[in-house]
């Protein structure tokens, strides 16, 4: 039978089903969808391919899904580092942003985000940020899967002056878009802190009628409740389950300051997590607790945040950040085991874009969304546990090649839709206007 690729591995972890790994097995996709997983001494004898990758010292594992970014972001990398949330956002990030931001400032920040995503092993990333549209159209251009989010906040920018405005603007962004295949659009309100009841209210009966998901940072810090509690009399998650937003469709970001009740309340209306732990960790956010909400059956999935207050958006790090403090908050070394965090980077985040009957697995009829993590490094010897070792003992660095709906995107770690040397050329430049212009 013909078909357009074969990878053959030493490993395979389809994640779907769970604690399973093939060993000397291969991948034959077709049209981009694996159309099946079989032994490689049958696979050669069952399909003549195209293109055939031999890769027998490697672990083919799905494309990890950032669950929550701010892709354009990357190029404030370092910026005001070691500084809490709301100083660091209002005394630097936000000055700067008011001063830079515009649609080239969007595009180069994103096609560096980009390039490190795809050399990380990222196949998928949700955003949310301003000029949205450029996000999206770079994410067309190099090739990879995204959840673009359809940014509202109260307050004017460059990209909208009201709530009225940043809507409108994104009803119209999801009609662009909603025929491109690797394309999503959630809307994204960013804050309840930044964001009133009306045009909550507003996104809650759109993400009804049009089906899309609602992602939103909550609960980011202790000051972020405690303000509300304040102005509102109410805490955040309270106030968000009155205007109906705590559903199926609501992606909860950070969430690092939660009640016991919050936790079951939150698990009853099947609302999703991402859990952001190297940034919470940075910014001294505090604590989301991991293995209270898996065990209450939250679907909690796995984000970076912006690389401006990481500083990368590294997936294994997140990986293996997730599993040791998972364990450390629950005083228990067996919660938030190794094949628990490679879900979370995998089809956990798949199912909180509602986008797991696509990708998130190697399943077959699902996208070729696939990463292939070379094994035969020093720093990975001996290899008992392929699974534990991805978490444990792996980093980005070991990714070699990266397929997204069976294209090749990295090809022995070289990028395969990118002009690398122009992106430098362009980043010396954002270095030196931002260096100018550092607040503080």
């Known amino acids: 039978m013909q078909i357009d690729s074969l990878i053959h591995a030493r490993w395979i972890i389809p994640v779907e089903p769970t604690f399973v790994t093939y ?7 077709d049209d981009g969808k694996i159309i099946d997983i079989l032994p490689t001494e049958i696979a050669e004898q069952k399909y003549q391919a195209k293109n055939q990758d031999s890769l027998l010292q490697h672990i083919l ?18 910026i005001a ?17 008011q001063k830079w931001m515009s649609a080239a400032y969007v595009k180069d920040g994103t096609d560096l985000a980009i390039a490190e995503m795809l050399r990380g092993g990222t196949t998928c990333f949700n955003d949310m940020y301003f000029f949205p549209e450029i996000t999206a159209q770079q994410a067309i251009q190099y090739g990879i899967r995204a959840s673009i989010g359809l940014i509202l906040v109260d307050f004017p920018s460059v990209w909208a002056e009201d709530p009225d405005t940043y809507i409108a603007k994104g009803l119209a962004l999801h009609e662009q878009l909603r025929h491109q295949a690797l394309i ?26 049009l089906e899309l998901p609602v992602h939103m940072h909550v609960h980011e810090t202790r000051h972020e409740v405690e303000q509300q509690l304040q102005q509102t009399g109410q805490r955040p998650l309270q106030r968000l389950q009155k205007l109906g937003l705590l559903n199926p469709s609501f992606i909860a970001v950070h969430m690092t300051q939660l009640k016991d009740p919050e936790i079951k309340q939150f698990a009853e209306a099947g609302a999703h997590i991402v859990h952001c732990p190297e940034s919470n960790l940075k910014l001294a956010s505090g604590f989301c607790p991991v293995a209270k909400c898996l065990a209450a059956g939250i679907n909690v999935a796995l984000g970076t945040d912006g690389a401006a207050s990481n500083n990368d958006l590294d997936m294994f790090g997140e990986m293996r950040m997730a599993a040791l403090l998972g364990k450390g908050i629950a005083e228990d070394a067996s919660a938030v085991p190794a094949m628990t965090a490679l879900t979370m980077a995998t089809l956990n985040g798949a199912k909180a874009l509602g986008i797991d009957d696509i990708t998130g697995s190697l399943k077959v009829g699902k996208a070729a969304d696939v ?39 990295l090809k022995q770690r070289h990028l395969t839709t990118f002009n690398v040397d122009a992106l430098k050329t ?8 931002l260096s100018n212009q550092t607040v503080g």
């Not at 949330?85 to 936000?94: A, S, T």
């Not at 094994?375 to 070792?389: A, G, N, R, V």
């Open 23 to 29: 060993e000397y097995h291969s991948l034959a996709i």
């Open 61 to 78: 594992i799905p494309g990890l899904i950032n669950s929550h970014t701010h892709a354009a972001m990357t190029l404030m990398r370092g």
């Open 81 to 97: 580092d070691d500084l809490p949330l709301m100083q660091w956002l209002q005394e630097h990030i936000w000055p700067l942003e």
């Open 184 to 209: 999503t659009t959630p809307f994204a309100p960013h804050a309840p802190y930044t964001v009133s009841d009306l045009p909550l209210q507003r996104i809650h009966a759109l993400a009804n009628e």
């Open 371 to 409: 990463v292939a993590v070379q094994m035969d490094y020093l720093e990975s010897q001996p290899i008992f546990d392929p699974i534990s070792h991805l978490v444990y003992a792996v980093n980005r660095h070991q990714v070699s090649d990266v397929w997204v709906a069976g294209k090749q995107l």
């Open 426 to 433: 362009k980043l010396t430049l954002w270095q030196q206007r």
